[in-house]
């Protein structure tokens, strides 16, 4: 692969991370509309299905998929990111939106771990330094002090976010979907998530249709920026540069998240937030940069 090529791959990676980091924008004031998470999700990627398709038809690719060997690695693909989606919004209910994407970027730790233990990578003694490092950041961020936790439950859903989304980075790039149209990967992937939540709404779960203009905005937004772009820009750098580097631009997402946090939703930065932030992302950077 030409340098021109793997070049191309981190700008589009960055382009991943900073697009998805934009969620809490558009979906925070969905949720003070009345909307619940699983409606949100289901609009939105019910919107960026449409996006889709009229992408693939104006760059005529097929929607048909050549290989049927890749049509489960797709499924399974569809599946766990449509979980990482839905525990990440979950998670929005209970934890301030910046704290919520950065504690998501352990997703590059698990990552690393995955490969090591089921790709045989060798675990270095820095990578085990910088992983104690990051602990400690989420550590920080957990506690906020007067003996005031983050709520459990919040933080068990962005967790699973981060793991479900680590699996779904490694499955990208050790499938065989390699060889499918990153829109067409996409397509896929936003096909079986859409299944998921409209299965999850069916168990008893009410649908909350937005009304207004605004909430109609918010949810293209939402279809367009974090979702039609991101998942693009994330098959396309997988495939250019691999799991890892794609991974560790995703310093890009906490960042982006904590600032329109702040400059938007009025939330509150403390020291310790502060400390927490920078160990988290500076670890995995480092991590990641050193291996």
């Given at each position: 692969?030409?340098?021109?090529a793997?070049?191309?791959g ?6 991943a ?56 690695p ?19 209910l209970?934890?301030?939106?910046g704290?919520?994407?950065?504690i ?7 990552v ?6 089921l ?28 003996g ?6 919040g933080t068990?859903f ?12 490694v499955?990208l790039?050790?499938t ?8 067409l ?10 299944v998921m ?5 069916r168990c ?7 009304r207004?203009?605004?909430?109609w ?12 772009v ?39 930065i ?6 927490g ?12 940069i050193?291996?």
């Amino acid at each position: 692969m030409s340098s021109l090529a793997r070049y191309k791959g981190y700008l589009v990676g960055a382009l991943a991370a900073a697009s998805y980091g934009t969620i809490p924008l558009f979906a925070l004031p969905l949720y003070k509309e009345g909307l619940n998470p699983v409606s949100v999700l289901l609009f939105r990627y019910l919107m960026a299905l449409l996006i889709l398709l009229i992408m693939l038809q104006m760059k005529k690719v097929s929607i048909r998929v050549q290989e049927r060997r890749v049509i489960l690695p797709l499924v399974l693909l569809g599946l766990m990111m449509g979980a990482s989606s839905l525990f990440l919004f979950l998670s929005y209910l209970t934890l301030p939106a910046g704290i919520a994407s950065t504690i998501l970027f352990v997703y590059p730790i698990v990552v690393l771990l995955m490969m090591t233990l089921l790709y045989h990578e060798k675990l270095r003694i820095v990578t085990v330094a910088c992983i104690v490092v990051a602990m400690a950041g989420i550590v920080l961020l957990y506690y906020q002090g007067n003996g005031v936790t983050l709520d459990p439950l919040g933080t068990f859903f962005i967790v699973m976010s981060a793991l479900t989304y680590a699996i779904y980075l490694v499955g990208l790039n050790r499938t065989k979907t390699g060889s499918v149209d990153p829109l067409l990967t996409s397509l896929f992937v936003i096909v079986v998530s859409v299944v998921m939540f409209f299965l999850y709404l069916r168990c008893g779960l009410d649908v909350t249709v937005p009304r207004s203009f605004m909430a109609w905005f918010n949810i293209f937004c939402l279809a367009a920026i974090p979702t039609v772009v991101s998942f693009y820009a994330t098959a396309y750098s997988v495939q250019h540069i691999g799991s890892t580097p794609t991974a560790v631009l995703g310093a890009l997402e906490p960042a982006t998240a904590v600032a329109i946090g702040i400059l938007v939703f009025d939330e509150p930065i403390t020291l310790r937030i502060a400390i927490g932030l920078i160990l988290v992302i500076a670890s995995v950077t480092f991590l990641i940069i050193k291996k």
